[in-house]
């Protein structure tokens, strides 16, 4: 999996109190790993809020991501929350989708990360797996599950 | 040769993983098609400069479009997933 998904970039059961704070923890170790800019942050809220990424599968996931100016070094955060929050939908603003987990994509070099991409692709596709990660008590144990699938 | 305008928020991760998909499902279908992927705010612009045969879009899109606008995220979630490539087959082979 290479290093863009690292232990120490989950986190588990999470309170927020809405999608742009979800954005700002989930983007806080990539911050602190110097994978991002401090702009990254309000970036990748205002671009949420243009064009949400909030998918309707059977345990909502959002997927926010921002400009490659921002990003330093690529890395992907995963954050499974404690309450459900609602993003709006991929496409359609207009449309609530309340999420359980959130993968923020720091990505530069699309075509480079094309196989960790379609990895979350694939994962999002699998209600059972998605189940378990928002199940998940430790981050090793989200770390384990997507390995998996690499 | 098809082509198939692959439009996102920042042209970043979600248009990349869908154009592939495109690409795949095409080449399966003995299609020959191209994919150029733009921004949201480029998408209306690059439509009028390339004449796309459809565009596919993980976002809203403005601008006055005459071409088959499909949703595409079908193709991340797996939602409806055989419709939408059905839809998108049927376009690709007029």
């Not at chain 2, 248009?15 to 480029?42: F, H, L, P, R």
């Not at chain 2, 879009?57 to 059905?86: H, K, M, W, Y």
Request: charged share 25%; net charge neutral.
């Amino acid at each position: 999996m290479g290093s863009l998904i690292q232990v120490d970039r989950i986190q588990v059961n999470c309170l927020v109190k809405d999608q742009f704070d979800a954005i700002a923890l989930a983007a806080k170790p990539l911050l602190e790993k110097d994978c991002i800019t401090e702009e990254f942050i309000d970036a990748a809220i205002e671009r949420e809020r243009i064009f949400p990424t909030g998918l309707p599968t059977k345990i909502g996931v959002a997927l926010p991501h921002t400009e490659a100016k921002y990003v330093l070094k690529e890395g992907i955060s995963i954050l499974t929350l404690k309450n459900t929050i609602v993003f709006a939908g991929m496409g359609n603003p207009k449309e609530s989708i309340p999420v359980q987990i959130v993968f923020l994509l720091a990505i530069s070099n699309p075509e480079k990360q094309l196989r960790i991409l379609q990895t979350i692709i694939t994962i999002i596709q699998n209600e059972k797996m998605l189940k378990k990660i928002r199940d998940a008590k430790e981050p090793l144990d989200i770390y384990n599950l997507v390995k998996t699938f690499l | 040769m098809k082509l198939v305008l692959v439009a996102c928020g920042t042209a970043l991760a979600t248009s990349t993983v869908v154009a592939k998909k495109i690409e795949q499902i095409a080449q399966e279908n003995g299609i020959e098609c191209q994919t150029v992927q733009a921004k949201a705010v480029d998408a209306f612009t690059k439509y009028q400069e390339l004449h796309p045969d459809a565009i596919v879009c993980t976002c809203q899109l403005e601008g006055d479009i005459d071409i088959p606008v499909i949703n595409g995220r079908a193709f991340l979630t797996g939602i409806n997933l055989q419709s939408t490539i059905d839809q998108l087959i049927e376009i690709l082979k007029k």
